[in-house]
T-cell receptor
Framework: EDKVVQSPLSLVVHEGDTVTLNCSYE??????LLWYKQEKKAPTFLFML????IEKKSGRLSSILDKKELSSILNITATQTGDSAIYLC????????????FGAGTRLFVKA | EAQVTQNPRYLITVTGKKLTVTCSQN?????MSWYRQDPGLGLRQIYY???????DKGDVPEGYKVSRKEKRNFPLILESPSPNQTSLYFC???????????FGNGTRLTVT
């Protein structure tokens, strides 16, 4: 059975800390791995990682895909209170259609 | 403004009373999908559509129906809702398969 597992499930840090969120997957016909940030409403896209693009960076956020270990990490440096959110990892699978499987998410709370 | 619009935002109904949640996107996206989000389970895919008149089951399709008669619209139909369908529902679209999802703001459904 395909699955995506995120850890930790929740995390509390202080402003300025660096955090690393983990995502591991076991899926058939992997196509890509995506990270989303969910604040109060709809998830918003952060990064997409594929075999041809295994490392992405935007400001204080960066992400790496390890295809050998079937995992990805999302790093956030110099955290701010505005980084408080649920971070979702999703994997697109090409199994005769196009299904997306999400992890349960990591809830990050950044204290001022 | 490019967006995915879901209606209604909140819905309380009773067991067995048919309902439809509408979803519309104005970005000419080919791919549309429905998810439900439950605590501890993350987002689970209900149905998806790769183009007009092309729909397929996701991981949790039981009790739901969809249709894609026009490119912009992808309604979710619950013919006979049950309490276990109480959840937060998201519609999402993307330009094509393998590209990041744009989410609507969600519909919180309560079935009593």
């Amino acid at each position: 059975e395909d699955k995506v597992v995120q850890s930790p499930l929740s995390l509390v840090v202080h402003e300025g800390d660096t955090v690393t969120l983990n995502c591991s997957y076991e899926v058939t016909n992997f196509r890509s791995l995506l990270w989303y940030k969910q604040e109060k409403k709809a998830p918003t896209f952060l990064f997409m990682l594929t075999s041809s693009g295994i490392e992405k960076k935007s400001g204080r956020l960066s992400s790496i895909l390890d295809k050998k270990e079937l995992s990805s990490i999302l790093n956030i440096t110099a955290t701010q209170t505005g980084d408080s959110a649920i971070y979702l990892c999703a994997v697109d699978r090409g199994t005769g259609g196009f299904k997306t499987i999400f992890g349960a998410g990591t809830r990050l709370f950044v204290k001022a | 403004e490019a967006q995915v619009t879901q209606n209604p935002r909140y819905l309380i109904t009773v067991t067995g009373k048919k309902l439809t949640v509408t979803c519309s996107q104005n970005m000419n996206h080919e791919y549309m999908s429905w998810y439900r989000q439950d605590p501890g389970l993350g987002l689970r895919q209900i149905y998806y559509s790769m183009n007009v008149e092309v729909t397929d089951k996701g991981d949790v399709p039981e009790g739901y129906k969809v249709s894609r008669k026009e490119k912009r619209n992808f309604p979710l139909i619950l013919e006979s809702p049950s309490p276990n369908q109480t959840s937060l529902y998201f519609c999402a679209s993307s330009l094509k398969t393998g590209t990041p999802l744009h989410f609507g703001n969600g519909t919180r459904l309560t079935v009593t």
